[in-house]
């Protein structure tokens, strides 16, 4: 994302100018864009004209138009993000208070006014999105032979890129031919995988499959790179890391990234981040110490008591709670944040609803905690 302008005040109220340039912008700034905000981006409206004999006709004109967001809806397939609301102010092709949907693209400005206030969660969003470390932190190639689906594992989410599908002979029409056609499904797979990556970066390439698609094709690329005598291709060679999957579905990432190895490779990254925090907080709980709680009375009761701060306090927050409609019940989000990290001293992470860490929070609440020291009874009503 490309910060283009920023203006903020000092009562919190303000705008910026986006740039999105990656599916991961469009991402943030759906997380980033909720209702009442006022939206202004390039916009088509249809115009209808009455001729002197009564006549009409209708025709699309460009402009650009401001909004007060109602809803959003975004696609993720296609990489669009569709915001609907009512017209801000009177323009030359449109009413003040009509309804329209301003499309968000790639490569597309748009600006967001929050009348009701910049808080610390959208500012940091912001902040994120531009970051430029920001990018991928994984590849994933997932296969069986004649098929490859390609992902690249994100700071928010987990994204198939491309797939690949060619026909492969079976060895009953001969091996001759078979191989012909794995060498040429591996030729594909491998310009499609360099097409998308950074050469230049070192990033863990997961390769999973059931058999020995993976390593024969972990084998291919080595060959190609020795045989090319190209440094970055032959650089790249220690970032493959074959894996099991049960088949070359997309699917199956979701199993492949719960082996020991892979979250060992990627130990780094924030995915692994959160999925570990998951796992020590449902090993915690299931040892019943009084060191893990979810829900939101007892989190904010941990954290009221100094629980979850510095020596090891986390608190874990699902983005979506961030998206109420609610502006209170937003605000309680945006504060429990805010006394973790800046007066408690406590880690907070936000958890993304597209990965499977944010799921299982979901499924608990969408809100935990890893206490510093244990708090029983947290559960019990004041009035027992």
């Known amino acids: ?13 303000g705008s910026v100018t986006l740039l999105p340039e ?4 469009m991402w943030s700034a759906y997380n980033l864009i909720r209702e009442k905000d006022s939206l202004r981006a390039s916009a088509i409206r249809r115009v209808t004209t009455e ?11 460009h402009t650009t138009l401001t909004i007060r967001v109602k809803s959003t809806d975004f696609d993720m397939q ?17 009413k003040a208070n009509q309804f329209h949907t301003l499309d968000l693209e790639l490569n597309r400005q748009f600006t967001i006014d929050k009348t009701e206030g910049w808080d610390s969660v959208s500012i940091d969003i912001v902040r994120k999105a531009c970051d430029p470390g920001k990018g991928a932190s994984a590849w994933a190639v997932v296969m069986q032979e004649g098929l490859a689906n390609i992902a690249v594992l994100l700071g928010e989410r987990t994204v198939f890129k491309q797939k690949v599908q060619t026909s492969v002979e079976s060895r009953s029409v001969g091996e001759t031919a078979h191989s012909k056609a794995l060498n040429n499904f591996f030729q594909k797979t491998m310009d499609t995988l360099l097409r998308q990556i950074d050469i230049d970066q070192s990033l863990p390439i997961l390769l999973a499959s059931s058999g020995y698609t993976a390593s024969k094709f972990k084998e291919f690329f080595s060959e190609v790179a020795v045989r090319k005598g190209d440094k970055k291709l032959l650089a790249q060679r220690k970032n493959l ?5 049960s088949t070359g579905q997309a699917h199956e990432l979701a199993e492949v990234l719960k082996s020991p190895e892979v979250k060992a490779r990627l130990a780094d990254t924030q995915y692994a981040r959160e999925t570990q925090l998951m796992e020590r907080f449902m090993e915690l709980l299931r040892k019943a110490d009084s060191k893990a709680w979810y829900g939101p009375k007892e989190v904010e009761a941990a954290v009221e008591q100094g629980a979850v ?13 961030f998206r109420a409609q609610d502006v209170r019940a937003r605000q309680r989000w945006v504060n429990l944040v805010d006394r973790v990290r800046d007066v408690e001293g406590g880690e907070v992470r936000i958890l993304s609803s ?15 905690a890893i206490l510093t020291f244990p708090l ?4 019990v009503d004041e009035e027992d």
């Open 51 to 61: 001729s002197s004999t009564g006549s009409t006709s209708s025709h699309r004109v």
């Open 78 to 94: 296609a990489g669009v993000l569709h915001v609907s609301g009512q017209i801000v102010q009177d323009t030359d092709v449109a």
């Open 376 to 379: 029983p009874d947290l559960d």
């Open 22 to 25: 990656d599916s991961e912008d």
């Open 241 to 245: 890391l074959v894996v099991h999957s």
């Open 1 to 13: 994302m490309r910060l283009l302008k920023e203006r903020f005040e000092r009562d919190g109220s």
């Open 309 to 321: 701060g510095r020596g090891g306090g986390v608190l874990m927050i699902s983005n979506k709670l």
């Open 354 to 368: 597209e990965h499977e860490s944010g799921k299982r929070l979901e499924s608990i609440s969408g809100i935990a």
